[in-house]
């Protein structure tokens, strides 16, 4: 009886692993209504089933309000333990996500979150110009890792599409909200990446002092330039 059990078992784990790699080989595009959405992470409602999915920065700032229609070009990342959807406004957004996690010591969460640090361009020009500074700049970056990412894809990037003028206009886009909830949102962004609450909450409030505009987006953006220069 133990053994029919240990076999039922195992079927039943084979037919799982099967499955979560049909999803992973299908699933690279959700369009549906947008749920609910934070600053690393949405919830998109698909034919009545909500998909959580993982974002960067860049794709948040051109996100719509909640109930608003989203696209969102997918990789799923499958581990034995693991199904998670990663998502991205663009197809190029994702085409460096790819080349990101290629190399060794990137991560699935690590890939985001360098394509929450810097913006897509900043990243291919890092990498093609040595600059490890930069890169280790973002949390969970180290030097050693830096060196593989400029070793492994400085010839791989030289095909990479530049922005087109279509994508920045949207990426300078924003949502009017109130300065407290754009804070918070701001806040749980940063340490949600990485960064120290400490050190996020001070390059926010350094942020606002300069006047940068209450704006999850913009704030943001100054506060990583800022916990860049360290």
């Known amino acids: 009886m133990m053994c029919k059990n240990r076999r039922h078992v195992a079927l039943k784990l084979i037919i ?27 919830i998109v409602g698909v034919g009545g089933v909500g998909y959580e999915v993982i974002i960067p920065l860049s794709t948040f700032y051109e996100l719509g309000e909640v109930g608003a229609d989203v696209s969102l070009v997918i990789y799923t990342h499958v581990r034995e333990d693991t199904l998670q959807l990663f998502g991205f406004k663009t ?28 913006s897509a361009d900043e990243i291919v020009t890092a990498i093609r110009t040595d600059n490890l ?6 949390p969970g970056v180290g030097r050693k890792t830096a060196e593989r990412l400029v070793i492994e894809l400085r010839d791989k990037l030289n095909e990479f599409t530049a922005q087109s003028a279509a994508e920045r ?11 407290d909830a754009v804070f918070d949102d701001a806040l749980s962004a940063l340490v ?5 609450r400490n050190a996020a909450e001070k390059a926010l409030n350094q942020a ?23």
């Open 16 to 42: 799982l692993y099967n499955l979560c790699f049909k999803c992973e080989t299908m699933i690279a595009y959700l369009s549906g209504k947008l749920l609910a959405k934070q600053a690393t992470s949405v």
């Open 133 to 138: 500074a930069r890169l280790t700049s973002i």
């Open 192 to 196: 949600n990446l990485g960064y120290q």
């Open 208 to 230: 606002m002092k300069e006047g940068t505009e209450v704006s999850v987006q913009k704030l943001l953006r100054r506060s990583l330039q800022l916990l860049a220069k360290g």
């Open 169 to 179: 206009a949207a990426s300078a886009s924003q949502t009017e909200a109130p300065a």
């Open 91 to 118: 197809a190029r957004e994702r085409e460096l996500y790819l080349k990101l996690i290629s190399v060794q010591g990137i991560g699935a969460k690590s890939g985001i979150s360098m394509l929450s640090g810097l």
